[in-house]
């Protein structure tokens, strides 16, 4: 069957590597496709560039692909994945897998093979992740209506959702994941089929369930992921501290986390993705005690940079309930502490989440969205001044403290520079080298007079 009526499936969407690929493939008798989440992104239009990212596949075992190519890397060797290199591109180039379960005529009512690609595309996980293109001859694979799913928004299982989750608890949370990214819906058996398989979805790796909640938490529609995590029952397996919280806090995080974080000016999309993530990460554990959500982080197994955001943002002194703004008071000096504690980079992040919380407030959401504001604007007028906020900001450097008070040690180097900062946040106008000279000057006597007792700290 052509491929009639899909302007999007068109082998100039195709780079010439991974078509050069096909046509060897093709030539040499193994006749070769597309695969996969590229052949629904192709038809959706949401454009991929990198060849990598082209999954092929054909009946070519990975001995015979390796004989066809200069440079093959064997890359997944033991599931018939190699990597092509041709012409500085890198081309996935699978051998056609089938299920043991669907061939071994237990369930003979189900799936008839017509040829191998048949089996691969019904082991896949979902309907529109189980079509087959061949931009060379223009034909599409689609023996389980992927197509129609993709134009009615449903994500729905290949098979019987219920065994195709027994057999891989990564698949539901897949499954939600695709909700975010693609703003699709759970077929209505499918849906019904993920409570079942809680047990299973359970024995992934930590590692992949974070990975999931990741891409999910960056999906351009994110809240009806979120909102699909929390109606399927998958939410206690992937943060069980969250969960665990009485409905109504649980309610308030995932709210939060569901709100259209505003997109930071001129940020790289890598970044702004970043940010994002952080952001909704840190809004879903900000409920927590901190030491729970230092913990839920632990158990999650973030990557480092990640990890780090979401404690300092979520939880500690600088958490959304234990330092709201209302606390932040104390004039333009407190302002100034408060950036000074949190830092230039990470003050817009507790704004936005500051922001978020304060729209789900209940009665008190008016009160608290004008505090916020209030807060953000001193914060944002303080910022235009540039005031020094930390010790490297100050216009004495640890090195001159030393010239200025021979015989100072080091750890009074530290004191010194930070009773410095002190004395500049209060009054930025201090910040010059006479000023803090003779206010270290006065500081080095009353400690000689001090001298044996603790001197001023
Ligand atoms: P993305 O690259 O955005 O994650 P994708 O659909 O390409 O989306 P991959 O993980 O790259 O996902 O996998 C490629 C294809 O392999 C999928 O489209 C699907 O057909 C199949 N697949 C991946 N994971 C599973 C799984 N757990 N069970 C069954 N099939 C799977
Ligand atoms: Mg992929």
């Not at 991974?18 to 006749?31: D, Q, S």
């Not at 134009?151 to 299982?157: E, G, P, Q, S």
Request: include cysteine.
């Amino acid at each position: 069957m052509a491929t009639p009526g899909n302007p999007r499936l068109r082998p100039a969407a195709v780079p010439p590597a991974v078509l050069g690929v096909l046509r060897r493939l093709t030539e040499a008798g193994h006749r070769a496709w597309l695969v996969g989440g590229v052949v629904r992104d192709l038809m959706l239009d949401r454009t991929r560039h990198d060849p990598g990212e082209f999954d092929v596949a054909s009946k070519a075992t990975p001995t015979e692909v390796q004989a066809l190519f200069r440079k093959v890397i064997p890359t997944g060797i033991d599931h018939g994945t190699v990597t092509v290199v041709e012409g500085g591109a890198r081309v996935e180039v699978t051998t056609f897998r089938g299920e043991e379960a669907y061939v071994d005529g237990r369930r003979p009512s189900r799936v008839t093979f017509h040829d191998d690609l048949e089996a691969d595309l019904a082991r896949r996980d979902f309907t529109v992740n189980a079509m087959a293109w061949d931009p060379l001859e223009d034909e599409l694979r689609d023996p389980h209506r992927g197509r129609a799913d993709l134009t009615r928004k449903l994500i729905r299982a290949v098979g019987d959702p219920r065994e195709r989750f027994a057999e891989d608890g990564l698949r539901p949370l897949r499954g939600v994941r695709f909700i975010s990214q693609l703003g699709f819906r759970l077929a209505p058996r499918t849906r019904d089929a993920i409570p079942g398989a809680l047990q299973v979805v359970a024995l992934v790796s930590r590692e992949r369930v974070a990975e999931e909640l990741s891409r999910l938490l960056v999906g351009p529609h994110a809240a009806q992921g979120i909102a699909a995590l929390s109606a399927t029952g998958l939410l206690p397996v992937v943060l069980p501290r969250l969960a665990a919280l009485p409905p109504a806090r649980v309610r308030h995080a995932l709210a939060v986390a569901s709100e259209p974080f505003p997109t930071s000016r001129g940020a790289a999309q890598e970044d702004e993705r970043e940010r994002c993530r952080l952001l909704r990460m840190a809004a879903l554990l900000h409920v927590l005690p901190p030491e729970e959500a230092m913990q839920a982080v632990v158990e999650l197994r973030l990557p480092n940079r990640l990890a780090t955001g979401v404690v300092a943002l979520s939880g500690g002194r600088c958490g959304l309930d234990e330092e709201g703004p209302s606390q932040g008071n104390g004039g333009p000096a407190g302002t100034r502490r408060w950036l000074a504690s949190v830092g230039r980079e990470r003050a817009p992040l507790f704004l936005a989440l500051w922001k978020a919380d304060a729209r789900h407030q209940g009665a008190r959401t008016a009160t608290r969205v004008s505090e916020v504001r209030r807060f953000a604007a001193r914060v944002a007028a303080e910022l235009r001044g540039g005031p020094p906020l930390s010790v490297a900001e100050l216009a004495l450097g640890g090195k001159e403290v030393m010239e200025l008070l021979p015989g100072i040690s080091g750890r009074e180097v530290g004191e010194a520079l930070r009773l410095l900062l002190e004395e500049v946040l209060e009054s930025p106008s201090a910040n010059t080298k006479a000023r803090l000279s003779g206010r270290l000057r006065t500081w080095w006597e009353t400690r000689a007079a001090d001298r044996g007792g603790t001197g001023k700290g």
